[in-house]
Protein backbone atom coordinates (compact mmCIF):
# COMPACT_ATOMS: atom_id res chain seq x y z
CA UNK A 1 0.00 0.00 0.00
CA UNK A 2 1.09 3.16 -0.72
CA UNK A 3 1.90 6.42 1.75
CA UNK A 4 -1.17 7.98 2.34
CA UNK A 5 -1.91 11.42 3.79
CA UNK A 6 -4.87 11.24 6.31
CA UNK A 7 -6.13 13.14 9.05
CA UNK A 8 -8.65 13.01 12.07
CA UNK A 9 -12.11 13.84 12.50
CA UNK A 10 -12.02 15.27 15.70
CA UNK A 11 -16.07 15.37 16.06
CA UNK A 12 -19.28 12.85 15.37
CA UNK A 13 -20.69 14.01 11.94
CA UNK A 14 -24.40 13.13 13.41
CA UNK A 15 -24.42 14.82 16.84
CA UNK A 16 -21.33 17.23 16.63
CA UNK A 17 -19.76 16.03 20.14
CA UNK A 18 -16.38 14.84 20.48
CA UNK A 19 -15.07 11.67 21.82
CA UNK A 20 -15.39 8.14 20.59
CA UNK A 21 -14.25 4.43 20.90
CA UNK A 22 -12.66 2.11 19.03
CA UNK A 23 -14.83 -0.56 17.87
CA UNK A 24 -11.80 -2.99 17.65
CA UNK A 25 -13.85 -6.02 15.64
CA UNK A 26 -14.09 -4.05 12.49
CA UNK A 27 -11.01 -2.04 12.30
CA UNK A 28 -8.54 -3.01 9.97
CA UNK A 29 -5.20 -1.67 11.08
CA UNK A 30 -4.24 1.69 10.47
CA UNK A 31 -8.14 2.31 10.08
CA UNK A 32 -9.46 2.88 12.85
CA UNK A 33 -13.67 2.32 12.79
CA UNK A 34 -15.22 4.09 15.68
CA UNK A 35 -18.02 4.50 17.66
CA UNK A 36 -19.57 8.03 19.14
CA UNK A 37 -19.60 7.91 23.08
CA UNK A 38 -23.11 10.51 22.84
CA UNK A 39 -24.72 8.57 20.11
CA UNK A 40 -23.70 5.53 18.97
CA UNK A 41 -22.90 6.80 15.13
CA UNK A 42 -19.98 4.45 13.90
CA UNK A 43 -17.39 6.12 11.27
CA UNK A 44 -13.61 5.75 10.44
CA UNK A 45 -11.66 7.89 12.82
CA UNK A 46 -8.90 8.36 10.27
CA UNK A 47 -9.88 9.47 6.78
CA UNK A 48 -7.51 9.94 4.02
CA UNK A 49 -7.51 13.33 2.55
CA UNK A 50 -9.41 14.33 -0.70
CA UNK A 51 -5.75 14.53 -2.77
CA UNK A 52 -5.39 11.25 -2.32
CA UNK A 53 -8.88 10.24 -3.50
CA UNK A 54 -8.44 11.75 -6.86
CA UNK A 55 -5.73 9.53 -8.40
CA UNK A 56 -3.94 7.41 -5.57
CA UNK A 57 -7.02 5.96 -3.80
CA UNK A 58 -9.34 6.59 -6.29
CA UNK A 59 -13.06 4.29 -5.89
CA UNK A 60 -11.70 2.16 -9.31
CA UNK A 61 -8.93 1.34 -7.86
CA UNK A 62 -10.07 0.45 -4.56
CA UNK A 63 -13.11 -1.71 -6.10
CA UNK A 64 -10.46 -3.57 -8.33
CA UNK A 65 -8.43 -4.55 -5.22
CA UNK A 66 -11.75 -5.31 -2.90
CA UNK A 67 -13.18 -7.66 -5.68
CA UNK A 68 -9.67 -9.50 -5.59
CA UNK A 69 -9.83 -9.74 -1.50
CA UNK A 70 -13.16 -10.83 -1.38
CA UNK A 71 -12.52 -13.91 -3.58
CA UNK A 72 -10.14 -15.29 -1.55
CA UNK A 73 -12.95 -15.14 1.30
CA UNK A 74 -14.96 -18.34 1.50
CA UNK A 75 -18.23 -16.35 3.50
CA UNK A 76 -18.03 -13.61 1.22
CA UNK A 77 -18.59 -15.66 -2.14
CA UNK A 78 -21.70 -16.86 0.01
CA UNK A 79 -22.98 -13.21 -0.02
CA UNK A 80 -21.87 -12.62 -3.12
CA UNK A 81 -24.41 -15.87 -4.04
CA UNK A 82 -27.34 -14.31 -2.41
CA UNK A 83 -26.83 -11.32 -4.87
CA UNK A 84 -30.03 -12.52 -6.99
CA UNK A 85 -31.87 -10.75 -5.18
CA UNK A 86 -29.65 -7.21 -6.26
CA UNK A 87 -31.10 -7.94 -9.73
CA UNK A 88 -34.56 -7.67 -8.86
CA UNK A 89 -33.38 -4.29 -6.79
CA UNK A 90 -31.79 -2.81 -10.09
CA UNK A 91 -35.32 -2.82 -12.24
CA UNK A 92 -36.91 -1.37 -8.47
CA UNK A 93 -33.72 1.19 -8.24
CA UNK A 94 -34.89 2.58 -11.63
CA UNK A 95 -37.99 3.47 -11.23
CA UNK A 96 -37.05 5.17 -8.38
CA UNK A 97 -34.35 7.27 -9.91
CA UNK A 98 -37.17 8.49 -12.54
CA UNK A 99 -39.93 9.42 -10.03
CA UNK A 100 -36.78 11.42 -8.49
CA UNK A 101 -36.24 13.17 -10.83
CA UNK A 102 -39.02 15.27 -12.54
CA UNK A 103 -38.81 15.48 -16.65
CA UNK A 104 -37.22 18.41 -17.03
CA UNK A 105 -35.19 20.59 -14.77
CA UNK A 106 -31.66 20.59 -13.38
CA UNK A 107 -30.47 17.64 -11.72
CA UNK A 108 -26.92 16.92 -10.06
CA UNK A 109 -25.15 14.06 -9.37
CA UNK A 110 -22.63 13.67 -6.68
CA UNK A 111 -20.59 10.84 -7.09
CA UNK A 112 -21.11 10.36 -10.67
CA UNK A 113 -17.87 7.93 -11.24
CA UNK A 114 -17.68 7.20 -15.39
CA UNK A 115 -21.21 7.65 -16.61
CA UNK A 116 -24.75 8.97 -15.62
CA UNK A 117 -27.74 7.35 -13.84
CA UNK A 118 -29.72 10.42 -14.26
CA UNK A 119 -33.00 9.86 -16.84
CA UNK A 120 -33.51 10.95 -19.90
CA UNK A 121 -34.92 14.40 -19.75
CA UNK A 122 -33.69 17.25 -17.32
CA UNK A 123 -29.80 18.81 -17.29
CA UNK A 124 -27.31 16.51 -15.88
CA UNK A 125 -24.65 17.63 -13.67
CA UNK A 126 -22.21 15.98 -12.12
CA UNK A 127 -19.48 16.11 -9.69
CA UNK A 128 -16.56 13.27 -9.35
CA UNK A 129 -13.60 13.68 -6.82
CA UNK A 130 -11.65 10.32 -9.19
CA UNK A 131 -9.93 12.08 -12.28
CA UNK A 132 -10.42 9.38 -14.55
CA UNK A 133 -13.65 8.80 -13.88
CA UNK A 134 -14.91 12.42 -14.35
CA UNK A 135 -13.13 12.81 -17.89
CA UNK A 136 -15.32 9.86 -19.00
CA UNK A 137 -18.54 10.85 -17.48
CA UNK A 138 -17.90 14.57 -18.78
CA UNK A 139 -18.88 13.78 -22.65
CA UNK A 140 -22.06 11.78 -21.56
CA UNK A 141 -23.39 15.08 -19.80
CA UNK A 142 -21.90 17.61 -21.85
CA UNK A 143 -24.05 16.07 -24.53
CA UNK A 144 -27.45 16.72 -23.01
CA UNK A 145 -26.46 20.07 -22.39
CA UNK A 146 -24.83 19.60 -19.14
CA UNK A 147 -21.04 19.22 -17.20
CA UNK A 148 -19.16 17.51 -14.59
CA UNK A 149 -16.62 19.20 -12.46
CA UNK A 150 -13.78 17.10 -11.01
CA UNK A 151 -13.51 18.35 -7.53
CA UNK A 152 -14.33 17.23 -3.95
CA UNK A 153 -18.01 17.82 -3.60
CA UNK A 154 -18.11 19.92 -0.96
CA UNK A 155 -16.15 22.33 -2.89
CA UNK A 156 -17.40 21.51 -6.67
CA UNK A 157 -21.56 22.23 -5.40
CA UNK A 158 -20.36 25.48 -4.48
CA UNK A 159 -19.97 26.20 -8.58
CA UNK A 160 -23.84 26.51 -8.24
CA UNK A 161 -26.53 29.01 -7.31
CA UNK A 162 -28.52 28.67 -4.86
CA UNK A 163 -32.09 27.15 -5.21
CA UNK A 164 -30.62 25.67 -8.57
CA UNK A 165 -31.68 21.77 -8.66
CA UNK A 166 -34.52 20.24 -9.03
CA UNK A 167 -33.14 17.47 -7.33
CA UNK A 168 -29.97 15.58 -6.65
CA UNK A 169 -28.48 12.18 -6.58
CA UNK A 170 -26.34 10.61 -3.85
CA UNK A 171 -25.74 7.01 -4.70
CA UNK A 172 -22.94 5.20 -2.93
CA UNK A 173 -21.66 8.27 -2.23
CA UNK A 174 -22.40 9.46 1.13
CA UNK A 175 -20.34 6.78 2.66
CA UNK A 176 -17.34 7.89 1.16
CA UNK A 177 -17.52 11.60 2.22
CA UNK A 178 -16.26 12.66 5.52
CA UNK A 179 -18.05 15.48 5.77
CA UNK A 180 -21.53 14.45 5.35
CA UNK A 181 -22.97 16.84 7.16
CA UNK A 182 -21.34 19.94 5.22
CA UNK A 183 -22.30 18.49 1.98
CA UNK A 184 -25.88 18.18 3.47
CA UNK A 185 -25.88 21.77 4.57
CA UNK A 186 -24.49 22.89 0.76
CA UNK A 187 -26.77 20.40 -0.93
CA UNK A 188 -29.98 22.17 1.25
CA UNK A 189 -29.05 25.25 0.11
CA UNK A 190 -29.09 24.96 -3.79
CA UNK A 191 -32.27 22.46 -3.75
CA UNK A 192 -35.17 24.05 -4.61
CA UNK A 193 -37.99 24.40 -2.24
CA UNK A 194 -39.50 21.41 -2.76
CA UNK A 195 -36.64 19.60 -4.36
CA UNK A 196 -35.09 15.98 -3.23
CA UNK A 197 -32.01 14.18 -2.61
CA UNK A 198 -32.55 10.52 -3.42
CA UNK A 199 -30.21 8.85 -1.49
CA UNK A 200 -28.35 5.33 -0.78
CA UNK A 201 -25.84 4.34 1.32
CA UNK A 202 -24.42 0.97 2.98
CA UNK A 203 -27.20 0.13 5.98
CA UNK A 204 -24.95 -0.74 9.05
CA UNK A 205 -28.07 -2.03 10.94
CA UNK A 206 -28.27 -4.90 7.97
CA UNK A 207 -28.94 -8.38 8.78
CA UNK A 208 -26.47 -9.14 6.81
CA UNK A 209 -23.76 -7.43 8.47
CA UNK A 210 -24.93 -9.33 11.73
CA UNK A 211 -24.50 -12.19 9.78
CA UNK A 212 -21.25 -11.55 8.31
CA UNK A 213 -19.50 -9.78 10.54
CA UNK A 214 -16.48 -7.83 9.74
CA UNK A 215 -16.60 -9.24 6.19
CA UNK A 216 -19.53 -7.29 5.59
CA UNK A 217 -19.75 -6.27 2.01
CA UNK A 218 -20.62 -2.60 3.45
CA UNK A 219 -16.80 -2.08 4.92
CA UNK A 220 -14.44 -1.00 2.74
CA UNK A 221 -10.77 0.40 4.10
CA UNK A 222 -10.27 3.00 4.16
CA UNK A 223 -12.94 3.75 1.30
CA UNK A 224 -16.03 4.16 3.39
CA UNK A 225 -15.76 6.61 6.47
CA UNK A 226 -19.75 6.82 7.02
CA UNK A 227 -21.62 3.77 8.52
CA UNK A 228 -25.07 4.82 8.73
CA UNK A 229 -28.47 3.66 10.28
CA UNK A 230 -31.83 4.74 9.93
CA UNK A 231 -31.57 6.69 13.28
CA UNK A 232 -28.38 8.46 12.52
CA UNK A 233 -28.76 8.91 8.72
CA UNK A 234 -32.39 10.68 9.92
CA UNK A 235 -31.00 12.83 12.70
CA UNK A 236 -28.41 14.10 10.54
CA UNK A 237 -30.78 14.89 7.60
CA UNK A 238 -33.78 16.66 10.27
CA UNK A 239 -31.05 18.86 12.18
CA UNK A 240 -30.16 20.17 9.09
CA UNK A 241 -33.82 20.57 7.76
CA UNK A 242 -34.71 18.28 4.89
CA UNK A 243 -37.60 15.74 5.76
CA UNK A 244 -36.78 12.33 5.40
CA UNK A 245 -38.77 9.29 4.02
CA UNK A 246 -37.94 5.39 3.75
CA UNK A 247 -38.03 4.45 0.03
CA UNK A 248 -36.83 0.93 1.61
CA UNK A 249 -38.95 0.18 4.59
CA UNK A 250 -37.73 -3.21 4.80
CA UNK A 251 -34.49 -1.83 5.82
CA UNK A 252 -33.51 -4.33 8.22
CA UNK A 253 -33.05 -7.05 5.13
CA UNK A 254 -31.37 -4.74 2.58
CA UNK A 255 -27.49 -3.77 2.75
CA UNK A 256 -28.33 -0.31 1.56
CA UNK A 257 -30.48 2.60 3.25
CA UNK A 258 -31.89 4.22 0.01
CA UNK A 259 -33.89 7.64 1.28
CA UNK A 260 -35.33 10.69 -0.12
CA UNK A 261 -34.30 14.16 1.57
CA UNK A 262 -36.45 16.85 1.02
CA UNK A 263 -36.23 20.67 1.47
CA UNK A 264 -39.65 21.79 2.64
CA UNK A 265 -41.26 24.03 0.27
CA UNK A 266 -41.45 26.38 3.32
CA UNK A 267 -37.77 25.99 5.00
CA UNK A 268 -36.86 26.69 8.64
CA UNK A 269 -33.45 27.41 9.72
CA UNK A 270 -32.66 24.74 12.39
CA UNK A 271 -31.28 25.42 15.78
CA UNK A 272 -32.62 26.97 18.69
CA UNK A 273 -33.48 30.36 16.94
CA UNK A 274 -35.73 28.29 14.58
CA UNK A 275 -37.95 30.64 12.22
CA UNK A 276 -39.82 30.65 8.64
CA UNK A 277 -37.91 31.19 5.70
CA UNK A 278 -40.23 33.16 3.20
CA UNK A 279 -41.27 30.26 1.14
CA UNK A 280 -39.68 30.43 -2.71
CA UNK A 281 -41.30 29.66 -5.90
CA UNK A 282 -39.63 26.76 -7.38
ZN1 LIG B 1 -22.47 11.37 17.71
Redesign the pocket.
Known amino acids: MSELRSHERPT?E??Q?TGATVVHKYTRSPWPVVA?N????VYLGLVPDYEDLSVTYAWEKQHAEEKERRKKNKLARFDALTRFRLKLGKVIDRARHERAVGPEGRVLEIGCGGSTRIPDGPTPYGIEISEGLSQKARPIFEARGGTVYHEPATSGIERFEENFFDAILMRSYLEHEAQPRLILERAFKRLKPGGTILLRSPNYNSANRFIMGSQWCGFRFPDHVNYFTPRSLKALAASIGYEFRWMNWMSLFDDNLIVELKKPVTAFVPGPSARPVEAQVA
Open positions: CVCQCSCGF
